[in-house]
């Protein structure tokens, strides 16, 4: 079955260490993305990205980093410069192939990370 | 003034009730608009796009007002298996950014 797996479900890190959520999908979408949510809150785009090699920051891009050497693939990195990090983080992807296609995100299962 | 803005709730409705929600949004280049469905502790799950001459599927309507720029979600005949947060989706800044309202809490009581 096609789809996008997150993984660890839950990551559990001290202060001060980097940490580095997967993301990879299958269903041959261009563009992938990063959401935050906290408690209570709605989701915050973190970075996206169109195609390989190349990605956009969010509106909360501070304190992260992301890659995209394959189109399957685009890990986020939760450095140690984020002051808030204990969050829900979500992955999702989106075909994008055309400027005026209405195509809808598709996400991951999310992994909640706890900073102590 | 945030890009996406949702009332949020909760709305409390008993069960066969009709319940709307309103989504207005900042952006007049806006192209796409969804409703997703998020539980609790879940990721959100999409519930159905919405086009300009607006479009049903099954007991959920979603309606389009550019002029005024709030796209709604119409809930006929509600559930107890509808309670959940309601989320909408605009793009912004172009046709590949995609921001989130906070969403509106719906809970459908017996």
């Known amino acids: 079955d096609g789809g996008i797996t997150q993984s660890p479900k839950y990551l559990f890190r001290k202060e001060g260490q980097n940490v580095t959520l997967s993301c990879e999908q299958n269903l041959n979408h261009d563009a992938m993305y990063w959401y935050r949510q906290d408690p209570g809150q709605g989701l915050r785009l973190i970075y996206y990205?169109?195609?390989?090699?190349?990605?956009q920051k969010g509106d909360i891009a501070e304190g992260y980093s992301v890659s995209r050497e394959k189109k399957e693939s685009f890990p986020l990195t939760v450095t140690s410069a984020q002051k808030n990090p204990t969050a829900f983080y979500l992955c999702?992807?989106?075909?994008?192939?055309?400027?005026?296609?209405?195509?809808?995100?598709?996400f991951g299962n999310g992994t909640r990370l706890t900073v102590t | 003034r945030k890009e996406v803005e949702q009332d949020p709730g909760p709305f409390n409705v008993p069960e066969g009730a009709t319940v709307a929600f309103n989504c207005t949004y900042s952006?007049?280049?806006?192209?796409?608009f969804f409703w997703y469905r998020q539980d609790c502790r879940k990721e959100p799950k999409l519930l159905m796009s919405v086009y300009s001459s607006g479009n049903e599927d099954g007991r959920f309507t979603a309606q389009l007002n550019r002029a005024s720029q709030y796209i709604s979600l119409l809930i006929r005949d509600s559930k107890l298996s509808d309670s959940a947060t309601y989320l909408c989706?605009?793009?912004?800044?172009?046709?590949?950014?995609?921001?989130f309202g906070a969403g509106t809490r719906l809970a459908v009581h017996p």
């Open positions: 999702a992807s989106r075909i994008d192939r055309v400027q005026s296609d209405n195509s809808p995100l598709h």
């Open positions: 989706v605009v793009t912004a800044q172009g046709y590949n950014k995609l921001i």
């Open positions: 952006n007049s280049a806006s192209q796409s």
């Open positions: 990205s169109q195609i390989v090699n190349d990605f």
